[in-house]
C-alpha cells in the first residue's frame, strides 16, 4: 500500500537530486536545485538543499494519509532534523496531488476494531508527533499544494508558517465518520480561534484556500505556479535571522499567547531579552548592523 522511496545516499552512495522528477499527479518544484537525503523512511523522502530539509510525505497514491507508520517517522524525521545544527528551516510538504488526506482509511478500519486501550496508544503518537512538530526550535514551514483533510490540516496548523497553493483545500471532516478532530484541535484553534471551529469542527465543510487565509489557518494563497517562489520567499527572510533568536521567539510566543500582562510576564520579558543580549548571536548581530554588512550567525 504504501509507496516506496527510491535508493537514497545511504542506499546507493550516490547524492539525491529527486527534487525536480515527475510528480505523482501533482505540482513538484522544478530541477533548480542539487539536493541530498538525510535517511531513507518508508513513508517519507527527507531532502536537503543546503540549510533547508523538506520532509516530504510520499504516500502520493493515498494521498499521503496517515497511518501508524507515517506518524512514527514523521515523529522521527522532526526529532533529528531539529537536533541537525546544519539545518535552519524545515518545509513539511506532500509529493503528488494532496497535502495529507488525513486518515489512511484501513487504518481507520482497524481502529474501529480495536478496544480503547489500543485506539489510546494509537491517538497519543498523533498527538505526540504533532507536538513534536509544533515545539520544533526552528521554523517551519507547511508547503501545502492541494487538499489537507483532517490531520493533514492539523500538519499545516501545527507548522509556524503556511503557505497554501489557489487549489488547496481544507476540512475537519473527522463528524462525518463519527469522531472528533481531538488531536488536531490545539493546533487549529490556535490558528483560527474557536468561533470558527465551532462552525468547522460540527459542519466539517471544504475551506477554500482563500477562505483559509481569511480566517488565519494560512498566511498566504498564491496560484499553484507561484507556490514554490512564495516559500522560497519567506526561508530566504528566515536565513536571514538569528537561528538562537528565532528560536527564542517561538518559545517567547508560546510564553506570552493568552497570558494577562502582570508583574510575573513582565518580569518574564524583561528576563528573556536581558539573557538573549549577551550572548555572541546577538553581539554578533549588532555589529553586522552598525558596520552595514551581512551577519555571520554562530555555525554557519
Not at 482509511?105 to 476494531?113: C, I, P, Q, S, V
Amino acid at each position: 500500500m504504501e509507496s516506496q522511496s527510491e535508493p537514497t545516499a545511504g542506499q546507493s552512495g550516490q547524492p539525491d537530486r529527486r527534487i525536480g522528477r515527475p510528480a505523482h499527479g501533482g505540482p513538484d518544484p522544478p530541477a533548480t536545485t542539487i539536493t541530498r537525503s538525510e535517511t531513507c523512511f518508508p513513508t517519507l523522502e527527507i531532502e536537503r538543499n543546503g540549510p533547508v530539509a523538506t520532509i516530504w510525505m510520499n504516500r502520493p497514491d493515498l494521498h499521503n494519509a496517515f497511518d501508524e507508520t507515517l506518524i512514527a517517522e514523521l515523529t522521527a524525521a522532526c526529532v533529528a532534523l531539529d537536533d541537525n545544527p546544519e539545518v535552519r528551516v524545515v518545509i513539511l510538504a506532500g509529493r503528488g496531488k494532496s497535502f495529507s488526506a488525513g486518515a489512511d482509511l484501513n487504518w481507520m478500519k482497524r481502529a474501529a476494531n480495536n478496544g480503547v486501550d489500543d485506539n489510546l496508544n494509537d491517538a497519543r503518537a498523533l498527538a505526540g508527533m504533532l507536538r513534536v512538530l509544533a515545539e520544533m526550535k526552528k521554523p517551519t514551514i507547511a508547503r501545502v499544494q492541494g487538499a489537507a483533510l483532517g490531520g493533514g490540516m492539523g500538519l499545516a496548523s501545527a507548522c509556524d508558517i503556511a503557505i497554501a497553493s489557489s487549489k488547496a483545500v481544507f476540512a475537519t471532516s473527522e463528524v462525518k465518520f463519527g469522531i472528533i478532530p481531538s488531536a488536531i484541535s490545539p493546533y487549529v484553534l490556535r490558528a483560527i480561534g474557536a468561533r470558527q471551529a465551532y462552525r468547522y469542527f460540527q459542519s466539517a465543510e471544504r475551506i477554500s484556500a482563500e477562505r483559509a487565509r481569511e480566517i488565519g489557518l494560512v498566511h498566504e494563497a498564491v496560484e499553484p505556479e507561484e507556490l514554490d517562489a512564495k516559500v522560497q520567499e519567506i526561508v530566504s527572510a528566515l536565513l536571514q535571522g538569528g537561528p538562537l533568536a528565532q528560536s527564542a521567539a517561538k518559545d517567547l510566543i508560546r510564553a506570552v499567547n493568552n497570558q494577562p500582562i502582570n508583574d510575573n510576564l513582565v518580569e518574564d520579558t524583561a528576563h528573556r531579552i536581558a539573557h538573549l543580549r549577551a550572548t555572541p548571536e546577538a553581539r554578533e548581530g549588532i555589529s553586522a548592523f552598525l558596520d552595514k554588512r551581512l551577519p555571520t550567525w554562530i555555525g554557519e
